[in-house]
């Protein structure tokens, strides 16, 4: 059963235009999000994190947002570049448990 | 910069074969694990070791076994290979447990 849900397999969005990506969680002791970028052939990279004592994260164009009331997060990208065409992965852990939970992640296409 | 190093980046092997695959760190990080990409099923936790010798079960570890007798390195042995086992694994490494993973490439196994 999993524990982290991106309901959204794939997104399409026009250059310099904002990328919103959804995630949602069931565990209420998940205190520790992150987000990963895929692209093919190569591993996921570290993009943003975000700690339950923080509503919202940013770094350059990505921001993530955190509600943890409605157990949900959202990454968004602004100004969305082609570069940013990949499969990105919601992640979460609890406490000081190593482990991490992922998504079944969301291919986003940015289209010139 | 973290390089994670998986010694394939494509393996064929037939049905009950013993496969290893092997992750190497050059960062000294106390922390590696071994997850497996299916599509709709985003990344799922095999096996974890949070120092050398030892090991901890992830969310799917029947079938798969793990060595780490140095702290570099981290194997996965598939026992006696079956179809199922068809999959992308990845391998990664984090400093602590507050840290982001660092992933490898990936190998991507089929399993005939």
């Known amino acids: 059963d999993q524990q982290v849900k991106q309901n959204s397999p794939s997104l399409s969005v026009q250059e310099g235009r904002i990328s919103i990506l959804n995630c949602d969680y069931t565990?209420?002791?998940?205190?520790?999000f992150l987000w990963y970028k895929k692209y093919p052939a190569e591993g996921p990279t570290f993009l943003i994190s975000?700690?339950?004592?923080?509503d919202k994260n940013e770094d350059g164009r990505f921001t993530v947002f955190l509600n943890k009331s409605a157990k949900h997060l959202s990454l968004h990208i602004v100004p969305s570049q082609p570069g940013d065409s990949a499969v990105y992965f919601c992640?979460?852990?609890?406490?000081?448990?190593?482990?991490?939970?992922f998504g079944a992640g969301t291919t986003v296409t940015v289209r010139a | 910069d973290v390089k994670v190093t998986q010694s394939s980046r494509y393996l064929v092997k037939r049905t009950g074969e013993k496969v290893f695959l092997e992750c190497v760190q050059d960062?000294?990080?106390?922390?590696m694990f071994w997850y497996r990409q299916d599509p709709g099923l985003g990344l799922r936790l095999i096996y974890f070791?949070?120092?050398?010798?030892?090991?901890e079960k992830g969310d799917i570890p029947e079938g798969y076994s793990v060595s780490r007798e140095k702290k570099e390195r981290f194997s996965l042995i598939l026992e006696s290979a079956s179809t199922n086992q068809t999959s992308m694994y990845l391998c990664?490494?984090?400093?602590?447990?507050?840290?982001?993973?660092?992933f490898g490439n990936g190998t991507r196994l089929t399993v005939t």
């Open positions: 990664a490494s984090s400093r602590d447990d507050n840290s982001p993973l660092h």
């Open positions: 565990n209420s002791m998940f205190d520790y």
């Open positions: 975000i700690s339950s004592i923080k």
């Open positions: 992640a979460a852990s609890a406490g000081n448990d190593y482990k991490l939970s």
């Open positions: 960062m000294d990080h106390e922390n």
């Open positions: 070791s949070y120092d050398v010798k030892m090991k």
